[in-house]
Nanobody, 124 residues
Framework: VQLQASGGGLVQTGGSLMLSCAAS????????MGWFRQAPGKEREFVAA????????YYVDSVRGRFTISRDNAKKMVYPQMNSLEPEDTAVYYC??????????????????RGKGTLVTVSS
């Protein structure tokens, strides 16, 4: 199984970025998909998750209303659209997959699969 995240970069406060995660080696539609992030010197935290069919989404309070997670089961892709970015959003973002709801996994150390991260830096 591979989860390849991309789309990170440097953006100014208030700007937007769309990350993407390409999955391979798994029956994508059977997995809850989600994103975690880890800022320098901080614990990893859950950011967003989306259910198998895409009908339900979940967000940490700090990003609700600014981030939108979506998935394309035909392409085996998951996307968080991140708007109104703040310096506090600076972190390495990780894509994850699990047959159980990602949002129940806490900071994500027990997820089935986690990809290498992509760095998002928000300048003030």
């Amino acid at each position: 199984v591979q989860l390849q995240a991309s789309g990170g970069g440097l953006v100014q406060t208030g700007g937007s970025l769309m990350l993407s995660c390409a999955a391979s080696g798994l029956t994508f539609s059977e997995y809850s998909m989600g994103w975690f992030r880890q800022a320098p010197g901080k614990e990893r935290e859950f950011v967003a998750a989306i259910s198998w069919g895409g009908g339900s989404t979940y967000y940490v309070d700090s990003v609700r209303g600014r981030f939108t997670i979506s998935r394309d089961n035909a392409k085996k892709m998951v996307y968080p659209q991140m708007n109104s970015l703040e310096p506090e959003d600076t972190a390495v973002y990780y894509c994850a997959a699990d047959r159980f709801p990602i949002q129940s996994k806490g900071p994500g150390y027990g997820v089935e699969y986690r990809g290498k991260g992509t760095l998002v830096t928000v300048s003030s």
